[in-house]
């Protein structure tokens, strides 16, 4: 069991930048994988990025790479996602999740946090 909690979402300008950050507590001494997702009202949700604990292997989506960033201290548990150049568009619960594997697939992802709001708006 892994329990994950959000924080750092908030109101943001267009242009402005934001960094998020994931803390795990429980089984998380294996390689597990975190990643980010994100999900707009009345859409489905994306993946973001990820990357595991141990080793240094990340995953992005090719459309906010170069924008995002995810990166992790292990030592505290924590992964954090930066948020660069944010636009209107970008609006949507940002969701932090642990899994085996690093899928673009939010159904192959075991554990889930409870989300945090960022909305971008002038």
């Known amino acids: 069991q892994v329990q994950l909690v959000e924080s750092g979402g908030g109101l943001v300008q267009p242009g402005g930048s934001l960094r998020l950050s994931c803390v795990a507590s429980?089984?998380?001494?294996?390689?597990?994988?975190v990643g980010w997702f994100r999900q707009a009202p009345g859409k489905p949700r994306e993946f973001v990025a990820s990357?595991?604990?141990?080793?240094?292997?990340?995953l992005y989506a090719d459309s906010l790479k170069g924008r995002f960033a995810i990166s992790k201290d292990s030592f505290k548990n924590t992964a954090y996602l930066q948020l660069n150049n944010l636009q209107p568009d970008d609006t949507a619960v940002y969701y932090c999740?642990?899994?085996?594997?690093?899928?673009?697939?939010?159904?192959?992802?075991?554990?889930w946090g409870q989300g945090t709001q960022v909305t971008v708006s002038s």
């Open positions: 999740a642990s899994g085996s594997y690093m899928k673009y697939d939010p159904a192959s992802w075991s554990y």
């Open positions: 429980g089984r998380t001494y294996d390689d597990q994988a």
């Open positions: 990357i595991r604990w141990v080793a240094a292997r990340t």
